[in-house]
């Protein structure tokens, strides 16, 4: 039997963030995530992306493979809230990998959690706070995103630098740009990760994996900041945007 008069907990939520990837796109030098913007670690922007949200009790950051020394000194020299607390594990050869090894180092009261990407830094926390009350009011995954400036085509893919025949033009007033953090209900994502990766499928973005399931996903808006930094121009707009803060604020 149940106690009524007892109110229902708040979910505790916890952030996931992959940030073990290389950065390939980027050209050569150290792993994306601990490259600087404005001299601190693109990681570190991201990590606080997340602590800044009230509602992010947990940061858990997926280092790269032979980094998470590295990443835990990073996070103790930088000032962080002092009511998140932070794990560090170390990351996968894939995306996939990597968010999966986050979530098998969550504590067992975690029921919501967010996956964000280390290679966004600068989402607004409104952004973040918009996906967590979307999960908490009952969407079992969440992903903010923008509708598209560019018609988008479909190609049958060819040899590099020849001309690829187009297949179709998908309505653009239908498509979204999705972005991180994307939310979950902790059990969704979990069985998403168990059954969908296990199978040998698997999806360019988390909720990808939660619609092979069956799952309903829902979008709530995203922002132009929540920007992924995957190329060298990235990085200038990256610059341009924190500068328009300390500008604006003295951010
Ligand atoms: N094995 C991997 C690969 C990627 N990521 C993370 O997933 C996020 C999105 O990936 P992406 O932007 O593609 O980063 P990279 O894989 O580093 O980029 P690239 O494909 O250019 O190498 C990044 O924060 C990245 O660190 C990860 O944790 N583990
Ligand atoms: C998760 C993601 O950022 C949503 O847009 C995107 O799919 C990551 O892709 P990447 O190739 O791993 O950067």
């Known amino acids: 039997m149940t106690d009524q008069s007892r109110p229902t907990p708040t979910p505790r939520t916890a952030a996931v963030i992959p940030a073990a990837g290389r950065g390939v796109r980027l050209g050569p030098g150290a792993p994306k995530a601990l490259r600087a913007l404005s001299g601190t670690p693109m990681l570190i922007h ?73 290679a966004r830094p600068l989402v607004p926390v409104d952004t973040v706070d918009a996906v967590v009350e979307a999960v908490r009011d009952g969407a079992p995954a969440v992903v903010p995103a923008l509708p598209l400036a560019d018609t988008v085509k479909e190609v049958e893919p060819g040899e590099k630098g020849e001309p690829e025949p187009v297949v179709a033009t998908p309505a653009r007033a239908r498509l979204r740009a999705v972005q991180t953090p994307q939310g979950f209900d902790r059990a969704t994502l979990v069985r998403a990760h168990d059954t969908i990766a296990a199978s040998g499928e698997g999806a360019t973005d988390c909720a990808g994996m939660v619609e092979q399931l069956g799952v309903p996903v829902v979008v709530v808006p995203g922002h132009e900041e929540a920007f992924k930094v995957t190329r060298p121009l990235d990085l200038v707009l990256a610059e341009a945007v924190l500068a328009r803060r300390r500008a604006n604020d003295g951010f």
């Not at 997340?50 to 009790?57: D, G, P, Q, Y």
């Not at 962080?80 to 894939?94: A, C, H, I, K, M």
């Open 46 to 118: 991201a990590v606080r992306a997340m602590a800044n949200s009230r509602a992010v009790s947990l940061v858990v950051v997926v280092a790269p493979k032979d980094g998470a020394a590295e990443v835990k000194h990073l996070l103790d020299e930088h000032a962080l809230p002092e009511r998140t607390d932070f794990l560090v594990v170390p990351g996968g050869e894939t995306r996939q990998e990597s968010v999966r090894l986050g979530l098998a180092a969550l504590p067992a009261d975690i029921t919501a959690v967010l996956v964000h990407d280390a």
